[in-house]
């Protein structure tokens, strides 16, 4: 780990444009379950009331649940040492930005400000009426289904099954992809189309990648440095090894 440690650390000190991509390990330690896998909310949820279109036909059924999970409960989760560690490396001109699979805005709290949102953020309500945003606030979800000033409905602002990526953080993500010489994956098993496609496109323009999980992923036998354990831990030894303040 030590070696390891030394060589991640290089590799930061040695990049002119380095990219962290996260998925939902960096949130576990802040109480959000990953969604897929062993233990992962779908294997104990249905996630149809996710699908967009069920959705769109029993919108107060799903907005109950909705509210219940990414609102209620996850919506009281605090930034970890991780994402505190991800923003410090930001002030210090060591990470140019964030590109994240999660949608609990705990990377915004923490004070990355360059944050990619690739399946969108819970913070925000869409009218599927209108189009307009809103940022939710404590009386948004106090009727449901919640309605747009229009008469439209709100869903949040974060992709649905049946839905695309937002073309604007598909184009940020591409573009971070070809530019960054070191991608920095931090919680991603790798298995969700199409982001994880994202890092193996950096790696493939010469990017040299760092991962960091508690197990081997998809990204490991592509990875420079792989650093095993949670992220919370090895995210503070990476902060620690270039002197930084977590």
């Not at 799903?62 to 609102?71: C, E, P, T, V």
Request: glycine letters at 10%; one cysteine or more.
């Amino acid at each position: 780990m030590n070696e390891a440690l030394a060589r991640a650390a290089a590799l930061l000190r040695e990049a002119r444009h380095a990219t962290a991509f996260t998925g939902a390990g960096v949130s576990v330690e802040s109480g959000i379950p990953p969604f897929r896998g062993p233990g992962g909310l779908w294997s104990r949820v249905d996630p149809a009331f996710i699908e967009i279109g069920y959705f769109l036909e029993h919108p107060a059924e799903s907005w109950r649940r909705i509210k219940g999970i990414f609102y209620d409960h996850f919506g009281q989760a605090q930034p970890n040492a991780a994402h505190f560690g991800l923003a410090a490396l930001e002030a210090a001109g060591r990470l140019r930005s964030v590109i994240t699979q999660n949608i609990d805005d705990l990377h915004q709290q923490a004070g990355s400000r360059e944050v990619i949102e690739f399946h969108g953020s819970s913070r925000w309500l869409l009218c599927l009426e209108c189009g307009r945003r809103e940022a939710v606030h404590a009386g948004s979800l106090a009727a449901l289904p919640p309605r747009c000033g229009c008469g439209g409905l709100l869903k949040p602002d974060f992709i649905f099954f049946g839905e695309g990526i937002p073309e604007k953080s598909l184009q940020r993500s591409y573009q971070e992809a070809a530019q960054a010489d070191l991608f920095l994956v931090i919680g991603s098993s790798g298995e969700v189309q199409p982001a994880c496609q994202i890092p193996v496109l950096a790696r493939n323009r010469g990017a040299k990648l760092i991962e960091i999980n508690p197990h081997p992923s998809h990204f490991t036998p592509i990875a420079d440095v792989f650093l095993q354990g949670p992220a919370t831990k090895a995210v503070s030894e990476l902060i620690k090894e270039l002197g930084l303040r977590n």
